[in-house]
């Protein structure tokens, strides 16, 4: 009769087990970034950055529409590669993953959000910057940070006013991102009365820039604006310091202000020139940043660089629209989505109708004593 009631009892508990895994849904959350190549540790941050948030998100619990559901990352590398890119959006809508973060590159994002668009799947990108990117009217894309037109400009304005330079001299990468931030800061030095004394043209690729680093020192300027990333702008540091060009001033967007740069300079001296911008506060004024970031680093130790807290709240945004909405399905939380008023470490996000950030921060940076240090 024991061994009766205790069969019983365990084929009753199996089914009660049963039921409960078949209540709790699997709801995926797809990443895209540079997890190859030279851009590898940008997309490597920004991939912890997203595993960090769905691992909270499971630790706390999540329920949709009534269900109890897991939360399941589903990482594609795109290597920087605009055509890597599209094709990694094609196997997320394939997958009907629920939503997605990413990519890191606006030379990657803007086709991609092209890929998406078809597919009906929401994007939040925690990173690239163009403003084209929000222009094209697509309903499904949403930007977690300030574009070019506040980096490039905030910049060239700091240049202007504040370190009354003269000349400068500019020079882009040729992709998305590059050639739009350099873009902007030409327009808004010369209206600052600014002379632009050379613009010199390179890809994402090189790493020998003394060609053009010797044509640009027969100008002499004040200073360089390079529109593109750090492991491009770190040799070209170094090779600026073996020029003699140790006196100008070096400008950049958020794509040359990560750690990584300090190692890619080789301790170069011409570090302490850099002047950079990100599009969102520093990681002491953020609402949450420095207990966020104490987690992080206990978690991925000396892996940041520069966005994984934006690919964490982005995580948040997409799983609060969903939970709001009450549904994964993306065309019933898209609405949720685009009015959402969530409260996240890097801000108090909530989006304008084109999709961009509303009432972004920027901040400048400076490196001294081998720290990045936020001038304003």
Same mark, same amino acid.
């Given at each position: 009769m024991q061994v009766k009631l205790n069969a019983v009892v365990t084929a009753a508990a199996m089914l009660f087990a049963g039921a409960s895994m078949a209540q709790e849904m699997v709801v995926k959350i797809g990443h895209v970034g540079p997890i190859s190549g030279a851009q590898a540790h940008?997309?490597?941050?920004?991939e912890n950055g997203a595993r960090m948030a769905i691992d909270d998100l499971n630790a706390k619990g999540v329920t949709i529409g009534g269900k109890k559901v897991k939360l399941e990352l589903v990482a594609e590398d795109d290597a920087a590669d605009p055509k890597q890119g599209t094709a990694a959006a094609q196997k997320l809508c394939d997958a009907k993953v629920a939503g997605v973060v990413g990519h890191l590159n606006s030379g990657t994002t803007i086709p991609a959000s092209s890929v998406y668009n078809q597919c009906g799947l929401?994007?939040?990108?925690?990173?690239?910057?163009?403003?084209? #990117? !929000?222009?094209?009217? $697509?309903?499904?894309?949403?930007?977690?940070?300030?574009?070019?037109?506040?980096?490039?400009? /905030?910049? =060239?304005?700091?240049?202007?006013?504040?370190l009354k330079l003269k000349k400068v001299a500019i020079i882009d990468d040729r992709t998305a991102y590059g050639q739009g931030v350099a873009e902007v800061f030409k327009k808004t030095a010369a209206a600052k009365g600014i002379q632009i004394?050379?613009?010199?043209?390179?890809?994402?690729?090189?790493?020998?820039?003394?060609?053009?680093?010797?044509?640009?020192?027969?100008?002499?300027?004040?200073?360089?604006?390079?529109?593109?990333?750090?492991?491009?702008?770190?040799?070209?540091?170094?090779?600026?310091?073996?020029?003699? #060009? !140790?006196?100008?001033? $070096?400008?950049?967007?958020?794509?040359?202000?990560?750690?990584?740069?300090?190692?890619?300079? /080789?301790? =170069?001296?011409?570090?302490?020139?850099?002047?950079?911008?990100?599009?969102?506060?520093?990681?002491?004024?953020?609402?949450?940043?420095?207990?966020?970031?104490?987690?992080?680093?206990?978690?991925?130790?000396k892996q940041f660089q520069v966005y994984s807290p934006y690919v964490y709240d982005a995580v948040h945004v997409l799983v609060q629209a969903m939970v709001e909405a009450g549904s994964t399905d993306p065309k019933v939380y898209l609405p949720k989505l685009a009015g959402i008023n969530f409260q996240g470490v890097t801000t108090k996000v909530g989006f304008e109708a084109d999709g961009e950030l509303k009432n972004?921060?920027?901040?400048?940076?400076?490196?001294?004593?081998?720290?990045?240090?936020?001038?304003?």
């Open positions: 940008y997309g490597k941050d920004n929401p994007m939040v990108t925690p990173s690239a910057t163009n403003p084209k #990117l !929000t222009q094209q009217g $697509f309903k499904n894309v949403f930007r977690l940070l300030a574009n070019d037109n506040a980096l490039g400009a /905030g910049l =060239a304005l700091h240049a202007a006013n504040n004394v050379d613009e010199q043209f390179t890809t994402d690729k090189a790493t020998d820039f003394m060609a053009i680093l010797t044509a640009i020192k027969s100008k002499a300027p004040d200073g360089i604006f390079y529109g593109g990333m750090s492991p491009q702008a770190g040799p070209m540091l170094r090779q600026m310091e073996q020029l003699g #060009l !140790t006196n100008a001033k $070096f400008f950049g967007g958020d794509g040359i202000c990560d750690q990584e740069i300090m190692k890619l300079s /080789g301790g =170069a001296k011409t570090i302490g020139n850099v002047v950079c911008a990100e599009g969102g506060a520093s990681l002491d004024k953020m609402p949450g940043g420095k207990a966020w970031k104490d987690r992080y680093d206990a978690k991925y130790p972004p921060a920027m901040t400048l940076y400076v490196y001294r004593d081998g720290k990045k240090v936020a001038l304003n």
